[in-house]
Each structure stands twice: as structure tokens, then as C-alpha cells.
């Protein structure tokens, strides 16, 4: 019979824990008090790849670009699935390989569908 865990088995988590977030506390506050406070009009500019800030940020932009991004994952992650049965097709036998033609005509459908609403179409 194993015994049973009690809170102090808990102590070795809990103390490495504590270490990490006192290590991360600790390396913040020395690189705020250590680091260099320069201050400027040049250096509290935007910059991001060596390119000027042009125009609005907020600008608007089609949310085609977003469905699209939505689209690949969902779909992406659809046929993650595919992998494992692949790899065990011969022990799963002809159910499981109806279940995979019955899952694989769901996606074709949603990607059917997809492209028959003409989210994949652009102006």
C-alpha cells in the first residue's frame, strides 16, 4: 500500500516557484536600477525595421485577411488528425477507416462550403 501524499509533498514545487519568480523579480529590478535612463524626443520614437512611421496605425483593413488566417487553421488542425490514423490504419481495420472517410467528407464539406459563400475570393 503507497502512502498517502500529504501537502508537503507540494514543498519542492512550491519552493522552485518561488525561486523562479524571485530570480525574475530580481533581474528586473537590476536592470531597471542598473540600465541606462536616456531620454528623448529621437529615442522615444516608433521604430520597427528600420522603416519611417507612415500614416494611422488604427487603419482600417479587410477582415478577408483575418478569415483567411482562421480559415488555414481550422483547417490545418483538420488534418492534424489525419496523421495518427495513417499510422495506425491497419489495426483500426475497415471502421476505422469508415470513421476517417466519414470525418474527411465533413471537411471537404466546411471547404466546400467556404468556397461556395466566396470567403476565399478576393476584389
Do not use: H
Amino acid at each position: 500500500m503507497e502512502p498517502i501524499s500529504g501537502p508537503v509533498d507540494y514543498l519542492p514545487i512550491v519552493l522552485q516557484t518561488l525561486l523562479a519568480l524571485g530570480f525574475v523579480g530580481f533581474t528586473l529590478s537590476l536592470a531597471a536600477w542598473v540600465g541606462p535612463k536616456l531620454r528623448g524626443r529621437k529615442k522615444d520614437e516608433n521604430f520597427e525595421c528600420g522603416i519611417e512611421q507612415q500614416g494611422n496605425a488604427r487603419s482600417p483593413f479587410s477582415v478577408k485577411y483575418l478569415l483567411i488566417a482562421i480559415l488555414f487553421v481550422l483547417f490545418d488542425v483538420e488534418v492534424i488528425f489525419l496523421y495518427p490514423w495513417a499510422v495506425n490504419f491497419k489495426t483500426l481495420g475497415l471502421v476505422g477507416f469508415v470513421e476517417m472517410v466519414v470525418f474527411v467528407v465533413f471537411v471537404l464539406a466546411g471547404l466546400f462550403y467556404v468556397l461556395r459563400k466566396g470567403v476565399m475570393r478576393f476584389e
